[in-house]
């Protein structure tokens, strides 16, 4: 950060110019460079510049005569105030001219203050300090704007982050049950608006009770990281949302998807995941770790509700595991309404 102030003095006498200098020195402002003219100020200045100028190289402050020749101070000045990481400098115009006329147009033209010649050093030190004053408060609250900015951001990033995590499942990584929930009912009406088909995948991992049991709960939760990681690259659309639906047990929701679409896919996760050939010497279904599925399909219509193909899909997992397990079986919700309306 810098302690010093950057001054310019814009002059086309370098008698002013030393004069100038030699007043700010005194005063123990050392950092203070010289043109002598507009054209070269405004490269000192780097306007028309698209590389970046270093905090160190920027100016606090410029004095600038307002009569030279090629380009006058007025002039400079609009064009210098027109470039936006010049336009909180503050410019200070010298001036032999005290007429209203004059006076405006410097300050319409962006000027804060103004000296008069011939110049008196108690007078410019005491609006030269004022001017730096006002750059350096400035200069304070757009370093205290950043670091808003820069602290909102962070704050919505770990925001979003939060909502990220609260979404998953903290073992697996897939989705927790809330966000499925959430997603099933949105899914479930955009596929009604597209009248588009929607399909569910239920899956349980055979005998999970005495995997964990018998190989401890460590292994147990080793065993689901590897069974949703399997089941998560079969998902190859992002749409595809699989989730932990409590337990051992996992859903798979696959919108635009219709019922052989879902079978298949079943089928290539559960061969996965035999492939994955976990050691299982307690279940009754294979020697290795293996999962049943329960598939399910519908265009959504205002007479069906969400629950009803998860119930449809709840019913195949119930056959699956009834024919022996390590198996996909698909179901429909139309006769599951039936079979329930009969319970009722």
Request: charged letters at 25%; a neutral charge; aromatic letters at 6%.
């Amino acid at each position: 950060m810098k302690t010093i102030p950057n001054i310019l003095a814009v002059d086309d006498s370098r008698l002013a110019l030393t004069a100038l200098k030699d007043t700010f020195t005194q005063q123990g402002l050392t950092s203070v460079s010289t043109a002598h003219s507009a054209a070269e100020a405004l490269t000192i200045l780097g306007v028309g510049k698209t590389v970046a100028v270093k905090e160190d190289e920027e100016f606090d402050l410029i004095i600038l005569d307002i009569v030279m020749p090629d380009m006058d101070g007025i002039k400079a000045c609009k064009i210098i105030k027109n470039v936006d990481r010049l336009k909180d400098v503050p410019i200070i115009i010298v001036t032999s001219r005290t007429d209203y006329d004059s006076l405006a147009e410097a300050f319409q033209a962006g000027a804060m203050d103004y000296i008069t010649k011939p110049i008196h050093a108690v007078e410019l030190m005491a609006r030269v300090h004022s001017a730096l004053a006002l750059k350096a408060e400035v200069d304070r609250r757009k370093a205290r704007e950043q670091q808003l900015i820069e602290m909102t951001s962070r704050l919505s990033e770990a925001n979003q982050e939060l909502k990220r995590l609260s979404s998953l499942d903290g073992l697996t990584g897939v989705a927790n049950r809330r966000l499925f929930d959430v997603t099933l009912e949105q899914e479930w009406r955009r596929s009604m608006r597209q009248k588009r088909s929607l399909a569910l995948v239920m899956m349980d991992i055979d005998f999970f009770k005495l995997y964990n049991d018998h190989y401890g709960h460590q292994a147990g939760d080793e065993c689901l990281k590897q069974v949703s990681a399997a089941i998560q690259k079969c998902l190859r659309r992002p749409a595809d949302l699989l989730a932990r639906y409590g337990g051992e047990e996992f859903v798979a929701l696959l919108p635009d998807t219709d019922l052989p679409g879902a079978f298949t896919l079943a089928e290539y996760a559960r061969r996965g995941i035999e492939r994955l050939a976990l050691a299982h010497s307690f279940s009754k279904a294979a020697p290795v770790v293996t999962v049943s599925l329960g598939v399910a399909a519908i265009i959504p219509e205002n007479r069906f509700k969400p629950a009803q193909l998860l119930g449809a899909a709840d019913q195949a997992l119930y056959r699956a595991k009834e024919e022996g397990r390590n198996r996909a079986v698909t179901g429909a919700v139309e006769p599951y309404l039936s079979e329930k309306g009969d319970r009722q």
